[in-house]
Each structure stands twice: as C-alpha cells, then as structure tokens.
C-alpha cells in the first residue's frame, strides 16, 4: 500500500457518511471542497486539518455540520432539538471504524456558534490513521 493524500482522506469520510445514511438525514449536503457561503441548509463540510507521512499515516479531519437556528419571538435561538439528534446521528456514523488499511475514530465533538450567521456548527474532530506498509 502506498500513501494517500488529504482528498483521498475526505473521499474516504464521505463515502463513510454516505454509507451510514448520514446524507438523507440533513436538509443539505456533503461537501468536500467548500460550503457555499450564503447555504441555510444542515450542510457538512469535511475538511483536513493535518497530516502526517510516516508509515501509518495520521491525519486530522473536521466533520462540520451547520444547523440554522429557529425563530422565538423576534430573535432567532439554537435549534437544540436538531443539534441534539444530528450530534447523535454523527457520533454513531463517526464511531471508531476500521476496514482496508484505515482506524477512523472521532477525537471530539463540540457545538459552537457561527459569527456573524444565524447558524450554528457541530464541530466533529475525527481522527484517520491509515498504515501504508
């Protein structure tokens, strides 16, 4: 087995989401390139962060999904209730998996608020190691 690169990485997560049934869950897509910028879809934005060459190779992944928040009143609040049951679908799709050379596992799972946007993003910190020997 040879190295892989970061696109290789991000076709492998998303062929993992797709797989899990992940994508007919949210009102939106996967993206592996960039989310479009006015997008008021539950999109995800798969993105590496690091990587490394070694024999087993290591690589750091966000698997972001944005949620729009929803109107009380006249201000516009967390969809908790979606946050909640898409954090969930993602834990579970993200759960430590290992098949044809790769350890995917998720490292962390934060919910933070989109400046500037009436969004809000569960932050998935997934961890990929793949061995090339």
Known sequence: MGKISEIEIKDKLYSLLVSKGVDTKITGHIYKDKRPTNS??????????D????QVQGFIVNV?????????GDELII???RIRELSAILLE???ST???????AIAKQRVMEVND???HVINN???VQYCTA
Do not use: C, H
Not at 40 to 47: F, G, P, T
Not at 51 to 54: A, F, H, N, R
């Open 40 to 49: 008021m879809s539950e999109d995800i934005w798969i993105s590496v962060l």
């Open 51 to 54: 990587s490394d060459t070694e």
């Open 64 to 72: 972001n999904v944005y949620v729009p928040n929803v109107k009380r």
């Open 79 to 81: 969809n908790d209730p």
């Open 93 to 95: 799709a993200l759960a």
């Open 98 to 104: 290992v098949a044809g050379g790769f350890q995917i």
């Open 117 to 119: 946007t009436p969004l």
């Open 125 to 127: 910190r997934v961890i």
